[in-house]
Nanobody
């Protein structure tokens, strides 16, 4: 079992930056793929970014070039650096863990085994 706790959300003006963190419990963090998703009111949860246990990365088209996902296995933490934020980035952001042994990063929520409680990001225009 893995517990995930997000932090770092808040209110920011358009064009600003935020860094989200997701701290994981357990001793097997380095063997998980870690993903970030967001969910705006009335919409489905959508893929944002992911980083594999080997360090490969994948981004949605809407955040490519603006967001960067990284991980620190010594701290059991995954990060999402968000730059050039837009009002349409406003959502609750969730981190998730995929315990797959294969080095494939998925974008579907059903591929992830563990989820955090989410952190709110609000971007004002």
């Amino acid at each position: 079992q893995v517990q995930l706790v997000e932090s770092g959300g808040g209110l920011v003006h358009a064009g600003g930056s935020l860094r989200l963190s997701c701290a994981a419990s357990g001793r097997t963090f380095s063997s998980y793929h870690m993903g970030w998703f967001h969910q705006a009111p009335g919409r489905e949860r959508e893929f944002v970014a992911a980083i594999s246990w080997s360090g490969s990365r994948r981004y949605s088209d809407s955040v490519k070039g603006r967001f960067t996902v990284s991980r620190d296995n010594a701290k059991n933490t995954v990060y999402l650096q968000m730059n050039s934020l837009k009002p349409e980035d406003t959502a609750v952001y969730y981190c998730a863990a995929d315990r797959s042994r294969y080095d494939i990063l998925y974008t579907a929520t059903g591929e992830y085994d563990y989820w955090g409680q989410g952190t709110q990001v609000t971007v004002s225009s």
